[in-house]
């Protein structure tokens, strides 16, 4: 079905003739349409759409609704700013306009991407979440609604529903996407992320996403790089992974484990190499930290916003706001002090290594929408800005999609992209859609 | 005398073979052991000097003990680290040694950077602080025996000290120069600032000290520029000036103040432009929130070491570690928040001005060594991280001397580097040593 074509896919049939931009983005619009009322993916879906003209020219792109639109509302996921349309559009939200691309629609976010869940289902199973925080985003991805949706990740957000929904997602290196209009959740974890159906949509994406503005603060521009979507890009030959338990492995699923064991001989059996490595015991405070961080900065974001609508915020919004009203400045500082230096360390961890083979969730997607899924697998990645790609990779006993974490150093995005594309031929799966239950 | 001569009057005279860079070194060495004993601006003196080959070939630095370097004892003014020798150099100590300058020796600085002080004299009146924390490099600069001297501003310890001694004082941009190697005293605030005798020294060095390293999250390189040695930099001709009184203007000294005055009409018949402007009311909050930053910083720093070595570290600095350990985390993102807010809105404050004409320091250097000056004409500059420069503009009636502070947009360092020059010689002094009291 045309508008199951991939971001790069597209490019190619554009060049070909075999279907035009704008044959491509009304079949993603009539299909959005069509599948949003049951899949509740979009907040809101654009009227029309007409392509444009630059590298995204034709792409349709989901944008998560914690991310300012100037033509469309904004809620953060939030009874608080319901309705509200921003005064302009985020960086990002510019920068894909400028590119071509064009705005389909605004996907469904946990209340200002943290726990308060939307109504989005996983589209492979209805009744089950797609994950969190950027539910609407995955699910869009993994419906073929469209080829990119924009995410952001905190602790688990774009690596975990990509996983759960069976999509490749990307979360870059910290600092490698602009935040500016974006409502901020902890600033020195929040990270923009992409989810995509291949791993070279997703590299072909970052390419051109991938900037600095001085705005954003915690900005650290990647090396440039450019992906040719007539040639693609050489996936990197024979990686060498490290299979990265961490200390919360027994806490995941027997079969997400054992599928990370299988995968791992399917890759020596293709040719790469994978050894057992045990990160180093200073790496377990990561998750403290990382909460320390997390409730530091939001309470100080919704510290008067809870204060002000007690009616239209939730629980756990103010359960969030008064642990980090609770903190002291001090523990603040030596998590932000900690995330730095492991950051650092990370790089001698893995000398002899390209990148981290780990766990992107604890299995399958749970079952009912008010829970989005545990975040612990991400939450020291996401600590550490490190970037991290998630594939699909096999399906629990009942059908439910199953992936792979893969992590590679500080700002070697390209790299682990590169790795990324190995892994995903040697997965060898072919694309699959869920059948619409409706 | 030789070891007078200025960073660039010394590249000229190599040129012309007026004298030898092992000349000039011996000269500044030789003078730094006569006046040392008396001055106490260093801590350690090398005991021979050669010239290396580089743009700063020839060229001997002082260096603020609290600067790593791997061949000289690096105590931080701290009993605690005394005599310690660093296992390797700082990043910018490293630089310069690769860019052929002479490493004299390392400058008093007073415990940690806070405010216990060192033994340093005022080089103009034995008996009177030089200012801190940097206290041996200004003086060192200020008596004529390094052209260069680095120094480190947090509050206000680069600009203070610099005005106090005569001499020119510049804090760049905050991330302009690497800290790798360099003890913290609060990470959000710290820069590395420079001593020299005229603007151009300091342009000149600049050029060549800006860059990033990724071992400093807080770096934000500069657009990179070259200053030629031969034909200097052009002042930027007839500037316009925002006269800012601030807060806490009624604090300073009336001969300090009347100076600014003079130096504004001075400077409008020379054909500059000089109006008064207030700063909005939000500024005033810069210099509580540039304290609770301090104190968050430097409670969670040095709370270990002061409770280890109680009998090593002094009350300030236990001061500061109880006043950081009672802040709460939100409190310290608040005062981030507004930093970076406030740097932003400086942009707007300042449209239609090229600079900002405002004090150094309360006035001229008080007596006795025990204080080493008020900071709070620094601060509010410090916290928003824009480049600021002090030049000497006059004396106290009883012959001290008294500065002027420009201050410029965020990391438009050159530009304001290029109105002092212009500033400098509107003022038209001639070089001025203080006689040696020895």
């Given at each position: 079905?045309?508008?199951?074509?991939?971001?790069?896919?597209?490019?190619?049939?554009?060049?070909?003739?075999?279907?035009?931009?704008?044959?491509?983005?009304?079949?993603?619009?009539?299909?959005?349409?069509?599948?949003?009322?049951?899949?509740?993916?979009?907040?809101?879906?654009?009227?029309?759409?007409?392509?444009?003209?630059?590298?995204?020219?034709?792409?349709?792109?989901?944008?998560?609704?914690?991310?300012?639109?100037?033509?469309?509302?904004?809620?953060?996921?939030?009874?608080?700013?319901?309705?509200?349309?921003?005064?302009?559009?985020?960086?990002?939200?510019?920068?894909?306009?400028?590119?071509?691309?064009?705005?389909?629609?605004?996907?469904?976010?946990?209340?200002?991407?943290?726990?308060?869940?939307?109504?989005?289902?996983?589209?492979?199973?209805?009744?089950?979440?797609?994950?969190?925080?950027?539910?609407?985003?995955?699910?869009?991805?993994?419906?073929?609604?469209?080829?990119?949706?924009?995410?952001?990740q905190?602790?688990?957000?774009?690596?975990?529903?990509?996983?759960?929904?069976?999509?490749?997602?990307?979360k870059p290196s910290f600092g490698a996407?602009?935040?500016?209009?974006?409502?901020?959740?902890?600033?020195s974890l929040d990270h923009?992320?992409?989810?995509?159906?291949?791993?070279?949509?997703?590299?072909?994406?970052?390419?051109?996403?991938?900037?600095?503005?001085?705005?954003?603060?915690h900005?650290r521009?990647?090396?440039?790089?450019?992906?040719?979507?007539?040639?693609?890009?050489?996936?990197?030959?024979?990686?060498?992974?490290?299979?990265?338990?961490?200390?919360?492995?027994?806490?995941?699923?027997?079969?997400?484990?054992?599928?990370?064991?299988?995968?791992?001989?399917?890759?020596?059996?293709?040719?790469?190499?994978?050894?057992?490595?045990?990160?180093?015991?200073?790496?377990?405070?990561l998750?403290?930290?990382a909460?320390?961080i997390?409730?530091?900065?939001?309470?100080?974001?919704?510290?008067?916003?809870?204060?002000?609508?007690?009616?239209?915020?939730?629980?756990?919004?103010?359960?969030?706001?008064?642990?980090?009203?609770?903190?002291?400045?001090?523990?603040?500082?030596?998590?932000?002090?900690?995330q730095a230096?492991l950051r650092a360390?990370l790089?001698?961890?893995?000398?002899?290594?390209?990148?981290?083979?780990?766990?992107?969730?604890?299995?399958?997607?749970?079952?009912?929408?008010?829970?989005?899924?545990?975040?612990?697998?991400?939450?020291p990645w996401t600590c550490l800005g490190v970037p991290a790609?998630?594939?699909?990779?096999?399906?629990?006993?009942?059908?439910?999609?199953?992936?792979?974490?893969?992590v590679?150093p500080y700002r070697?995005d390209?790299?682990?992209?590169?790795?990324?594309?190995?892994?995903?031929?040697?997965?060898?799966?072919?694309?699959?859609?869920?059948?619409?239950?409706?």
């Amino acid at each position: 079905m045309l508008h199951q074509l991939g971001l790069v896919e597209a490019l190619r049939a554009f060049r070909t003739g075999a279907t035009t931009p704008d044959a491509y983005l009304s079949a993603c619009l009539d299909a959005s349409r069509a599948r949003n009322p049951s899949l509740r993916a979009f907040t809101h879906l654009t009227s029309t759409l007409k392509a444009g003209d630059g590298p995204l020219g034709g792409i349709p792109v989901g944008i998560k609704d914690i991310i300012a639109t100037a033509d469309m509302p904004t809620a953060n996921g939030s009874a608080v700013y319901d309705g509200e349309v921003p005064a302009s559009d985020a960086w990002v939200t510019a920068r894909l306009r400028s590119l071509g691309a064009s705005i389909l629609g605004k996907t469904v976010t946990t209340e200002f991407a943290w726990r308060h869940p939307g109504p989005t289902h996983n589209p492979w199973r209805r009744g089950h979440t797609p994950g969190g925080s950027s539910s609407g985003s995955a699910a869009a991805v993994a419906a073929g609604l469209v080829p990119l949706a924009l995410g952001s990740q905190t602790f688990g957000s774009v690596i975990r529903p990509a996983a759960y929904c069976g999509v490749v997602g990307f979360k870059p290196s910290f600092g490698a996407i602009p935040r500016v209009g974006i409502h901020p959740l902890a600033g020195s974890l929040d990270h923009v992320g992409l989810f995509t159906r291949s791993v070279l949509d997703a590299a072909y994406a970052l390419s051109w996403l991938a900037a600095s503005d001085d705005g954003d603060r915690h900005g650290r521009p990647l090396v440039p790089f450019a992906v040719d979507p007539e040639t693609g890009l050489d996936p990197l030959p024979a990686p060498r992974l490290a299979l990265v338990r961490t200390a919360i492995w027994d806490q995941a699923d027997p079969g997400q484990r054992a599928l990370i064991e299988a995968t791992a001989r399917k890759f020596r059996a293709e040719g790469g190499f994978v050894e057992d490595i045990v990160l180093p015991e200073g790496f377990e405070a990561l998750w403290s930290a990382a909460r320390t961080i997390l409730a530091a900065e939001a309470g100080t974001t919704f510290g008067t916003l809870v204060a002000r609508f007690p009616d239209k915020t939730s629980e756990p919004l103010k359960d969030l706001v008064r642990e980090g009203s609770a903190l002291a400045a001090v523990a603040y500082v030596e998590a932000l002090r900690l995330q730095a230096r492991l950051r650092a360390d990370l790089d001698s961890v893995l000398q002899g290594f390209d990148a981290i083979l780990t766990l992107p969730a604890s299995g399958p997607a749970p079952e009912g929408l008010a829970f989005t899924g545990d975040p612990a697998f991400c939450v020291p990645w996401t600590c550490l800005g490190v970037p991290a790609l998630t594939l699909p990779a096999g399906e629990s006993p009942d059908g439910l999609p199953l992936g792979i974490q893969l992590v590679g150093p500080y700002r070697a995005d390209l790299r682990l992209l590169r790795i990324g594309l190995w892994c995903e031929a040697a997965l060898a799966r072919s694309p699959r859609f869920p059948q619409d239950p409706a």
